[in-house]
């Protein structure tokens, strides 16, 4: 006879959208909703809505969900290939992901250690990099001002938040182009597998993959295309990751370094992205103007721009064309205009130059430098696939654009220096020509002043020439269009450095006597000390060195380990007839794993939804075994009681019922959600506690072979069911479901409207009064539950409103060691 129910329906809601996955939050009372629209959608328990996130392009769907096992970030895997990995603070994305084919499966498991025994970094230390480099800067958010007042991006030091790591997981993701992919802490790929089926077959879709938590195996349900036959065919491979298990401290160490220098190069790039918005084409007004003064003077034939400019230098006087020019040209107010521009913006580059672009270079070199030290140490770090050339080629590139950003900083100065010189000069003798009293301040110039004029004038005046000096038609249209090519005027010389393409007036280095030095000594011309002076290249084009070099070194881990991966067995599941279009009821399959009875489940279905039977398939994952052993599970006639409108029972009632959906509740329960046979349909949210099958009633599957073959033990489990609850009043599509917050979320047939459960309800109301007995709650905490491990303090910087957890206010001396801490639901 069943027990009374502790179900407790907490709510119903309508969504606008038609849902398509739902999936609970493992640490907080948070669930996790993809719609039709390929929007992702965070709501609380109360179902206030935290916020909402469009799709990262147009008509793309949401294809898995999985959260990070604390709570703190949630992935979304999309129908492009995209991975983005949301914060839940503010939904921000603090990576994106590439892969090469639809991404049809997520899981993310958190390592776990041996019973007994408690984390720790040792042998090895934790990273102190901290205490060596300087403290990046907050950006700017408004690209291009660097004044009071604007809003700057914080926390940039933990962009990927990592900080707070630390045993190892790992996000497991299967996509369409047959690979599987793994990537720690969600950021750095460790393992890509190329998928090759041992049967006659093509692979065609990966539908589940998960890693056991002693990262020994990693179990993928796969289906398989078998040439023109009309059926569909679903195969289990398991695999041997003992490189991951034995390996684990330094991949943990590889991955949080590697993911820093990811933060790092993030940083990076938006620097430069703000260095390119502050740099304004702020002279080509002038060299527009100065080559159609120039076009003139060569039509007339007399003297050149550079030679009018010198005389004006040198005799004080101007020619008439020259004059004309500057007075009706140029202009004092544009002249004035111009100056203050040029200083604004350079300023603001050299600002980001000194305080942020030259220290985060810096940092990635530092972090690189540690990482050649690691691939040093083949059996630990060598074996993994960090390769020591690889990483000095990184080191190198990395090396020449730090000193690249120390040639933009002088070329800076020096230009800042020239116009300065320049445009005070050329302004007095505007003043003058306009017959007006300069300043005296300004009209007082030396002997130095004048060299230096004409200097100026020399070097970026005397760049005019025509090679068709003799073509008439050409017009200054094809000079402008052409003068980047062509010698031409080009007083700035800032704006170079942030192309994709050659500098066009590279700083001359031939005088520089330690680059004599080393064109002398030919000892020095290929060591790694000295990093090499790349003259021609521009800013940006080192970064695409930078950020390729970085690439090639820091991927080479991936394709070692995933190669490493050795096929255990392959067990083909089950076959069902292919169906015709996108039909929503497709098999079930789910897979989770259990540390403490060390197996790996796959639950699967071995037709549509709704199915009959479940299969309960379980692998050991100790000791290299490929032994896996099966179960059939029918539900049969499950006993409800009935309530009557005076709210009395009455006798019970006996229905056949069917599995609609499966999902992994804790180590020791699965949660079903059964439909009774009948026009109603009505749903039966059950819970199932694994051990209520006897482990004598597996059998044993060979390694190889079908496991459809095999006579599988039926249990017929429909009168063993004591937890269970009747939901009348709806037809119901797929339900979600999380035993570390004891909660449940149904979701109605239309997709467009959910039901909200407390799985185990009593517990919870006990809970909560032995919590007011403490004043450690309050009425206002209807969510009630306690988030137990994690500390959430750095999530509470958000505006009301928008607030996802909360920590508990109490006394000060013991704010650091509270670990009940409440999800707090609006009141």
């Excluded at 949401?62 to 129908?79: C, E, H, M, N, S």
């Excluded at 958010?141 to 809003?151: A, E, Q, R, V």
């Excluded at 080393?518 to 790349?534: A, E, N, S």
């Amino acid at each position: 006879m069943p027990e009374e129910t502790v179900f407790k329906q907490v709510d119903e809601k309508h969504v606008s959208v038609e849902v398509e996955l739902m999936l609970w939050s493992p640490k907080f009372d948070l669930v996790a909703l993809s719609n039709v629209q390929g929007e992702v959608v965070l709501h609380r328990l109360s179902w206030q809505k935290v916020w909402l996130v469009a799709p990262p392009v147009e008509d793309v769907r949401v294809t898995a969900l999985a959260w990070r096992p604390d709570g703190k970030v949630l992935a979304a895997g999309y129908t492009c290939g995209k991975i983005n990995l949301y914060d839940i603070e503010n939904s921000e994305i603090l990576t994106t992901l590439e892969l090469p084919g639809e991404v049809t499966c997520m899981s993310w498991i958190t390592q776990s250690l041996p019973e007994g025994s408690a984390w720790s970094p040792d042998p090895y230390d934790d990273d102190n990099a901290a205490v060596y480099l300087p403290k990046l800067q907050p950006l700017n958010k408004s690209y291009g001002t660097l004044t009071k007042g604007t809003s700057v991006e914080e926390n940039v030091e933990d962009r990927k938040k990592l900080n707070d790591q630390k045993e190892l997981n790992l996000l497991l993701a299967g996509c369409g182009a047959k690979e599987l992919h793994m990537f720690a802490y969600g950021v750095y790929p460790i393992g890509d597998k190329v998928i090759t089926p041992v049967q006659d077959a093509q692979l065609k879709q990966i539908h589940s993959a998960e890693i056991s938590q002693d990262l020994h195996m990693v179990s993928m349900v796969i289906e398989l295309a078998k040439g023109d036959t009309q059926e569909q065919e679903f195969s289990i491979m398991t695999f041997d990751t003992r490189l991951l298990s034995s390996r684990y401290q330094e991949l943990r160490i590889l991955a949080l370094k590697c993911g820093q220098i990811a933060t790092l190069m993030g940083y990076l790039q938006q620097t430069i992205q703000q260095m390119s918005e502050a740099w304004e084409d702020i002279l080509m007004e002038m060299d527009s103007k100065l080559l159609k003064f120039a076009g003139e003077k060569r039509k007339t034939g007399t003297s050149t721009v550079s030679n009018d400019f010198l005389e004006l230098l040198m005799f004080g006087t101007p020619s008439p064309e020259l004059q004309a020019f500057l007075l009706h040209e140029l202009t004092e107010k544009g002249l004035k205009n111009l100056g203050h521009s040029i200083e604004t913006s350079y300023s603001n580059i050299q600002k980001l130059v000194v305080q942020h672009l030259q220290v985060v270079s810096q940092a990635i070199l530092y972090h690189l430098s540690d990482l050649r030290g690691m691939s040093a140490w083949y059996e630990k770090f060598g074996v993994l696939g960090m390769h020591t050339q690889k990483i000095q080629e990184a080191v190198t590139a990395v090396g020449s654009f730090v000193l690249k950003t120390s040639e933009i900083q002088q070329v800076i100065d020096n230009s800042i220096k020239n116009f300065k010189a320049f445009f005070r000069w050329l302004y007095v003798v505007i003043l003058r020509l306009s017959n007006e009293k300069p300043p005296a301040e300004l009209s007082k110039m030396t002997q130095h002043d004048i060299n230096f004029v004409a200097e100026f004038l020399r070097d970026n005046f005397a760049h005019f020439t025509l090679d068709n000096q003799d073509e008439d038609d050409i017009s200054i249209a094809d000079l402008m269009e052409d003068h980047n090519s062509k010698s031409g005027f080009k007083l700035e010389k800032v704006g170079q450095y942030l192309k994709r393409e050659d500098l066009h007036y590279p700083p001359s280095v031939s005088s520089n006597p330690w680059i004599q030095f080393q064109k002398g000594c030919f000892h020095l011309k290929d060591t790694d000390i000295l990093y090499p002076v790349q003259n021609t290249k521009s800013l940006v084009q080192l970064l695409d060195i930078l950020l390729e070099a970085i690439h090639s070194a820091l991927s080479r881990p991936s394709m070692v380990i995933g190669s490493s991966f050795e096929c255990l067995s392959s067990r083909r599941l089950f076959t069902i007839p292919k169906q015709n279009g996108d039909c929503d009821l497709k098999p079930k399959i789910c897979q989770f794993t259990s540390n403490e009875c060390q197996c790996l489940y796959t639950v699967y279905t071995m037709e549509r939804l709704p199915s009959e039977d479940l299969i309960i398939l379980r692998q050991s994952t100790t000791g290299g075994s490929v032994h896996c052993e099966a179960v059939a599970v029918k539900f049969g006639e499950i006993p409800q009681r009935s309530v009557n409108t005076s709210g009395q029972e009455d006798q019970e009632r006996f229905c056949k019922h069917r599995l609609q959906d499966v999902g992994f509740y804790d180590e020791r329960t699965l949660s079903l959600l059964l439909v009774e046979e009948g026009d109603d349909e009505t749903p039966v949210l059950v819970q199932l506690p694994l051990a209520v099958i006897a482990d004598s009633m597996y059998t044993s599957v060979p390694p190889d072979g079908s496991i459809q073959g095999v006579s599988l033990n039926v249990i017929d489990i429909g009168e063993k069911l004591e937890n269970c609850q009747r939901l009348d009043n709806m037809k119901a599509h797929s339900f979600s479901v999380s035993g570390t917050r004891k909660t449940a979320i149904v979701l109605f047939s239309s997709k467009r409207r959910v039901r909200i459960f407390l799985m185990d309800a009593e517990e919870e109301e006990e809970d909560e009064d032995e919590a007011d007995e403490t004043g450690d709650l309050t009425e206002a905490d209807i969510s009630g539950a306690q988030v137990g491990e994690g500390d959430i303090s750095d999530m509470s910087g958000i505006p009301e409103g928008n607030s996802v957890m909360q920590v508990e206010e109490g006394d000060s001396e013991g704010q650091e060691d509270k670990e009940n801490l409440n999800f707090l639901s609006p009141s």
